[in-house]
């Protein structure tokens, strides 16, 4: 197929108006950890001093809760490759025990979780929606996204985990204040024995820009006249 001289500059236009940039929460890329609770638990692990650009707000602490018996492990071991936290529960003596683990941001290196307290003070007003990329087989545990303003906090409701991204939408949390989040969970609940999860990044995606949008209407139609001809 050819591409008409006329319809360079559109396609041009394409390229240089392309969508706003997605923030990283987490990349699961820097900070190696490995927490393991015993029930009853729960019990904490903090990473601090790590890039913001893998890590927002440069700390990260795990909450690792076996409820019912049985052994909750989240760790991470970074290589030179992609990398993502492996999530799992085992109990061979309760086998109808669970597991659940929380991924906590508040900017604060103090091992604790803040809350309402925390010192992200994140504008995500310009974001659709919280991506989680997983690889994970469907329906085996849930996600809730939990976030944090000045005064409030807000949570989704329960979304099964699916193998691939799953998305939480921005606009649902009425009652945050996104121009000023001070603190984000994401929850993992429900593992069963030899559930195994791989959380491979958390983050934060924008609406695509009216040019983006624009862009490819215009190369669409340059490219639908170029077939017709």
């Not at 997605?22 to 699961?28: E, H, R, V, W």
């Not at 409030?152 to 939408?169: K, R, Y």
Request: net charge negative; with cysteine; hydrophobic share 45%.
């Amino acid at each position: 197929m050819r591409t008409s001289v006329a319809s360079l500059p559109l396609l041009g236009c394409l390229c240089l108006a392309g969508p706003a940039l997605s923030l990283t929460i987490d990349n699961f890329e820097q900070g190696d950890f490995n927490v393991v609770d015993v029930a009853p638990g729960p019990t904490l692990g903090q990473q601090s001093g790590l890039a913001g650009a893998n890590v927002i707000g440069g700390v990260r602490l795990v909450r690792a809760n076996a409820t019912n018996g049985g052994t909750t492990t989240a760790s991470l071991t970074t290589t030179a490759g992609p990398d993502g936290s492996l999530v799992s529960f085992a109990d061979a003596a309760a086998p109808f025990g669970s597991g659940d683990v929380a991924f906590l941001y508040d900017g604060i290196a103090d091992g604790a979780f803040n809350g309402v307290g925390g010192a992200l003070n994140l504008d995500l007003s310009s974001f659709a929606t919280i991506d989680v990329s997983a690889a994970a087989t469907p329906g085996i545990a849930d996600l809730q996204l939990t976030l944090w303003s000045a005064t409030t906090s807000q949570s989704s409701l329960l979304t099964p985990i699916v193998s691939g991204t799953t998305s939480f939408l921005l606009g649902s949390f009425g009652s945050i204040d996104l121009t000023d989040v001070k603190a984000i969970r994401l929850s993992l609940f429900g593992l069963d024995p030899s559930d195994l999860v791989d959380l491979q990044e958390i983050s934060a995606v924008p609406e695509p820009s009216t040019g983006f949008l624009l862009a490819i209407g215009l190369a669409s139609l340059a490219l639908r006249k170029t077939r017709s001809r």
